[in-house]
């Protein structure tokens, strides 16, 4: 599933932005946190997984160099233009060699498999513990890093000692998460030789040259959004890819056999701030039967920068059941399907 999106189209939430609004104990955490009976499961959830926001940021930390790269090479193909046109073709010809960058494909596979991972761990350890062997109960006593705060390696081992999936499995979901990190790449690398082309015309209009465009690039005067200084297209990838991949991993485990059988019920849930969507409020607090066969188009996330979860239930809670197929209500365009990993914003 994937979608394009222009940039007045993305709601760009930063970390920074965060640390201004809300209970600082959940900043950056999606609806499964607020969906806790309490703050204590709340806390014994963060410390236990951690939260997708952190992982994203860190994760951006990490790999903004391999990516602002990808600015200075295309500040030499303006320079090396001859006009408008001849760039566009030199971007084109540029996006097709580096849309299987292998360095960016791996740091979003590392980035987006580990936030899959955390998901199905917060239903099957946080959410539905009783469908875990009190063995692997037992993994949660005593202190250790948040899930989502470890290495790439040591997070792997972690979950693998849960036993939550088969090897086969494992296997499977690592083989599929790297095809879809190089699905996002070549989407990243599209999304930006389309930002850079709309950028190189605006500096036209305004009079400049293919050579000022340049050097406006090379110094960040001018920014696509994916170096140090100015981040902001690079922090929506990863924001988008976590919270896709997280919303995946949890999907994974809610349709599992043992989630089905425990928890029959889910119920969407936002996070109830004044940022959700007035589409995705009117989802909040439905219940759908895990057999209803329509239900699966609503799970989230229903947009870019998308916070919403399903959350599995034993019982309606006293709400009222409904059907998928009679609600009024949609997703955001492009997201009317179950999740994947494959939603970097374009142009």
Not at 163 to 180: K, M, V
Not at 211 to 234: E, N
């Amino acid at each position: 599933m994937g979608s394009g999106v222009a940039d007045s189209d993305v709601d760009y939430i930063t970390v920074a932005d965060e640390v201004e609004t809300g209970d600082a104990r959940w900043r950056g955490c999606h609806a499964d946190i607020y969906a806790l009976a309490d703050d204590a499961e709340r806390q014994r959830a963060v410390t236990l997984l951690g939260r997708p926001v952190d992982l994203a940021a860190d994760a951006l930390k990490r790999d903004v160099t391999v990516w602002s790269r990808w600015q200075q090479e295309i500040a030499t193909l303006a320079a090396a233009s001859n006009d408008d046109g001849d760039f566009q073709l030199r971007l084109a010809a540029w996006q097709q060699r580096n849309a299987a960058d292998e360095d960016v494909a791996a740091s979003l596979y590392r980035t987006t498999m580990q936030a899959d991972m955390a998901g199905q761990l917060f239903v099957r350890v946080v959410e539905a513990p009783e469908t875990l062997p009190q063995s692997m109960r037992a993994l949660d006593d005593g202190p250790r890093p948040s899930f989502l705060s470890l290495p790439f390696e040591e997070a792997l081992q972690a979950f693998l000692d849960r036993q939550i999936i088969t090897p086969e499995e494992f296997r499977a979901l690592s083989d599929d998460a790297r095809q879809r990190a190089f699905s996002a790449t070549r989407l990243a690398s599209q999304g930006l030789i389309e930002r850079a082309y709309r950028r190189l015309l605006e500096s036209l209009q305004s009079g400049g040259t293919l050579d000022d465009f340049a050097s406006q690039l090379r110094d960040d005067a001018i920014s696509l959004g994916v170096t140090p200084d100015d981040p902001g297209y690079l922090e929506t990838v990863y924001r988008t890819n976590v919270a896709s991949s997280y919303g995946a991993g949890r999907y994974r485990q809610i349709r599992s056999p043992a989630v089905i059988a425990a928890r029959p019920f889910v119920e969407y849930r936002t996070s109830r701030d004044d940022r959700v969507r007035q589409s995705h409020a009117a989802l909040d607090g439905l219940v759908f039967r895990q057999d209803d066969p329509d239900w699966s188009r609503y799970a989230p996330p229903n947009g870019f920068n998308c916070r919403c979860v399903t959350v599995v239930r034993r019982d309606p809670g006293g709400r009222r059941v409904v059907r998928a197929s009679d609600l009024s209500a949609q997703p955001d365009p492009g997201f009317d399907a179950p999740p994947s990993v494959e939603l970097t914003p374009t142009e």
